[in-house]
């Protein structure tokens, strides 16, 4: 009867049954004071002015009680899938399956997500839905190499999103560029105000960081919203071309896909090519930044992420550093927002505010900074889950903040929150999260 | 006493506002040699470390590095990582400042990021995997193995850096300086928490740098027992300024270092000064 027993693990954490009881009560107790005010007595003007008052101890009860099981539900959750180093009440052999599957649940996503349009070909609302997770999963890839790798911590992603955007929008719609010229072009452009922004900020560290990054993201967005001659103000701008196969569009003309191929032509065959098109792009974003992690400039901005004086005594330039990698994050918000631009084929200011760069950020870090299965896995609950709770109306918020108040409680360093090193002489193990730093700035 | 010293540093003044750390501080470090600067605690032996190797910028003076082929870098006017790109200058620190989630390995890696960097053509040949870089990365490794052989952490080379013993760490942090391949190591404290046994593999691991690589040291320490055994010249400074130089048997003599380390009231300091001087 040991699960009885309250017991103190090597973290200093109490466990067991009296433990969570104890907690529950002390919580109840909590509810009780708070609510036998607020809930227990109602108060209301009477017909002439006076007051009348009723008790209501039922619906106290029950809001008491409800406190009472929730505790011992997160308690009991945060032991059997919390902080690492705590005993675990899970036992063994169910850690050990759960973490078989971990190992292959990026293959089967990838799997799984390269047979969604066959699978779902019939439903146009998926293939949407798939394409936008798919758009968030870039996004949260690119934000990772600044945020997870280098720790450096931007508030005003979408910046380079918008940049993205209105590069393709504007070089298509004024020069009639195609799609493939443009997205290079528009990756470069991102870039390049990502070394913008990173000159006079590299400077600042943490928190000030942070600001100005904010404030840089909303530069853009108003300057893209007075500029009207260029960018159309907030008439945005209309008429973007769709992307084409290498030359052949995806449409009902003679010269279309459907049309050469021989097949009857369905409005689905663009969703498809869409769906594919961005996944490639997530994939080439996730296959570039795997393979920076190997290269010394991953290894870098990993180091300047542990520890920017030590990076400097080893002569390692500390502001290059970070400027690629603000750089090649912006480079990748910036092929996100032209397929953001070409899928939409109008695009506004609206669509680039502060709440889309908040977004990717808590993609990124509910995903476990530096995680690319992680940040993944993050934006599909995120995304999907705004889409799951939709029926709930107007609580699909406070559901959805719940969920992610629950996910920090018990994965306080996201959901995949161990780092895998980059080189080894032997085997490859994964760093605890309590010794991988967050960054400073 | 062949040769010119490695470094030399002339008239070291650093101000704080209106604190003086370093005052007209001048010696010479041998090159191939150890080379000790100790004092009591707020001597100003960090402040001296932190200028040489570009943490501060000093007030006043010069700090002269002699590299092998006779070229000479003025330390004063390079800044932070560049005193140890181009001057070959690397350093530990008094709290170790490992990257405690990296492994013992990558420690050792990032250490070598110049060099590495130069093979992978900026990231970008190394992006599209070409062979030169995955060679130099070979020797990268090769390189970071035979360190973690000498610092006897060949075994621990995948565990992260800190999930090392606190001894382990401070080594680590000493291989991972000499990955950087310096022409000068600045050692801050290296035996700092170490236990007897700990401290005397320290001195033996200092000891091979210097017969075995011809690195020149120079360090900071309290330990005696470690300055005495393994130092070739020794500085001793208090308050900012030098009060003694020589090697370990004339410095231990030193009625002026004693008094120092022991304190001693006005009279009695005057007393030790005429004495010894």
Known sequence: MTALSTETTQAGRTVGIPFILKKAFLSACVALVLFSLMIGIRTEAGPDGQLTWWTRFGDLASIVGLVFGGSIVIELLRQWIGPTGAEKLVPAPIQRSLSLAGRFLGPALLVFTLLVPVIFYNQRYILDLGILVLTYVMLGWGLNVVVGLAGLLDLGYVAFYAVGAYSYALLATNFGW??????????????????????????????YLAIVTLAFG???????????????????????????????????????????????????????????????????????????????????????????????????????????????????????????????????????????????????????????????????????????????????????????????????????????????????????????????? | MSGEPILSVDRLTMRFGGIVAVQDLSFAAERGKITALIGPNGAGKTTVFNCITGFYKPTGGAIRLNHDDGRQTALERLNDFRIAKQAKVARTFQNIRLFPGMTALENLMVAQHNALMRASGFTFLGLIGVPTYRDAEKRAIALATDWLKRINLLDRADDAAGNLAYGDQRRLEIARAMCTEPALLCLDEPAAGLNARESASLSELLRSIRGELGTSILL??????????????????????????????????????IAAYLGTDEEEAAAVMESGS
């Open chain 1, 178 to 207: 195609s799609f493939w010229v443009c997205l290079p072009l528009a990756g470069m452009l991102a870039a390049i105000w990502g070394v913008m922004l990173g000159f006079p900020v590299l400077r600042l560290r943490g928190d």
């Open chain 1, 218 to 441: 909303e530069i853009i967005r108003l300057v893209i919203l007075n500029w009207q001659s260029l960018t159309g103000g907030p008439n945005g701008v209309s008429g973007i071309p769709r992307p084409t196969l290498f030359g052949i569009p995806l449409d009902n003309s003679d010269d279309g896909l459907a049309a050469k191929l021989g097949i009857e032509y369905s409005p689905t065959h663009r969703i498809i090519f869409l769906f594919y098109l961005i996944l490639a792009l997530a994939l080439l974003t996730n296959w570039v930044t795997i393979r920076l992690r190997r290269l010394p400039i991953g290894r870098a901005w990993e180091a300047l992420r542990e520890d920017e004086v030590a990076c400097r005594a080893l002569g390692i330039n500390t502001t290059t550093t970070k400027l690629t990698a603000f750089a090649t994050g912006a480079m990748f918000g910036g092929f996100a927002g032209a397929f953001f631009a070409t899928r939409q084929g109008f695009i506004s200011p609206e669509s680039f505010t502060f709440q889309e760069s908040a977004l990717v950020l808590a993609i990124v870090v509910l995903g476990g900074m530096g995680s690319q299965l992680g940040v993944a896995l993050a934006a599909l609950t995120m995304i999907g889950g705004f889409e799951l709770f939709r029926g709930l109306e107007t609580y699909r918020m406070l559901v959805f903040g719940m969920a992610m108040v629950l996910i920090m409680i018990w994965r306080p360093r996201g959901i995949i929150g161990h780092r895998a090193p980059t080189v080894y002489l032997t085997k490859a193990q994964a760093i605890s999260s309590d010794l991988v730093k967050e960054g400073h700035g």
């Open chain 2, 220 to 257: 900071i320490e309290h330990d005696m027992s470690v300055v005495m055994e393994i130092s070739d010249h020794i500085v001793v400074m208090d308050h900012g300024v030098k009060i003694a130089e020589g090697t370990p048997r004339e410095v231990r003599d030193d009625p002026k270092v």
